[in-house]
């Protein structure tokens, strides 16, 4: 399958994003919060329109799946998935680690996904079978086969935190840094790139995941539900690894 035009679209979506979000950074913005108490910004919903238009200006017929209006079910082979703002906390704070996914699946197989921080200047792409790319070069996800004196990262939101602390507590006695850097697209690209081993999620959502998963995979990584199986990303626990890992870190998880 030839993905020339969608990658095109898929960047081009993205780069309209981050103009918005650069807008809004650093400025007093509108803040709602939602009914799982995370908080939403008028520039995620800006963000968030301008990537839609950009999709549907060239393909009206796909279907869409977005974190801040729901999904549009156009009844297609293809959909595309969106967080316009991953770590929408951090960017509130002015902290530069947040970041847009876009994702598109044909026939339930995400097969295209693109993850850009605006302020980071860095854009992560994959293509199914084709590989992982950040700004252009090909990466791929370390070569550690311990988590001993390894990186570990954690999402620690508001959900599940008493299943959350009991894995935690399940490392005290591990040589092992633990990173919770408030974007699950950030630490995705992390582990793809080899910076840190592992990443552990016990909650998170569609439009979180599906482009860093493709990333991961695609720079030779590992992803899995809790117990080792295979995910599908309508679950919302997973295990993301360098692979090398995999098998030792899932004891914690028992």
């Not at 979000?21 to 995620?44: C, Q, R």
């Not at 006695?173 to 690209?189: C, Q, V």
Request: hydrophobic share 40%; charged share 25%; aromatic share 10%.
């Amino acid at each position: 399958m030839n993905l020339k035009k969608e990658k095109r679209v898929m960047l081009l979506a993205a780069k309209q994003a981050s103009k918005i979000i650069l807008h809004y950074y650093g400025k007093k913005v509108t803040v709602k919060i939602k009914p799982n108490k995370s908080l939403v910004a008028v520039a995620d919903i800006e963000s968030n329109k301008a990537i839609i238009k950009t999709i549907k200006k060239y393909f009206p017929k796909h279907s869409i799946l977005s974190e801040e209006t729901g999904l549009e079910d156009n009844k297609s082979d293809f959909k595309w998935i969106i967080d316009p703002i991953d770590g929408t906390h951090n960017f509130l704070h002015q902290i530069p680690v947040f970041g847009t996914s876009i994702a598109m699946e044909y026939k339930n197989e995400v097969i295209l996904g693109v993850l850009h921080f605006p302020i980071l200047c860095i854009t992560a792409i994959a293509e199914k079978g084709k590989g992982a790319f950040l700004n252009g070069k090909m990466i791929n996800v370390s070569n550690k086969k311990s988590l001993d004196h390894s990186f570990l990262l954690f999402e620690f939101s508001y959900a599940n935190r008493k299943q959350k602390i009991g894995f935690l507590e399940s490392l005290v006695h591990k040589t092992i840094d633990i990173r919770n850097f408030g974007s699950a697209i950030y630490n995705l690209m992390m582990v793809a790139s080899g910076k840190c081993e592992s990443y552990v999620v016990l909650s998170t959502h569609p439009w979180d995941v599906a482009a860093g998963f493709l990333i991961v995979e695609e720079a030779g990584g590992m992803v899995t539900g809790l117990k080792g199986g295979k995910y599908s990303l309508n679950d919302d626990k997973f295990v993301i690894s360098n692979g090398k890992v995999h098998k030792e870190l899932l004891k914690y998880l028992k």
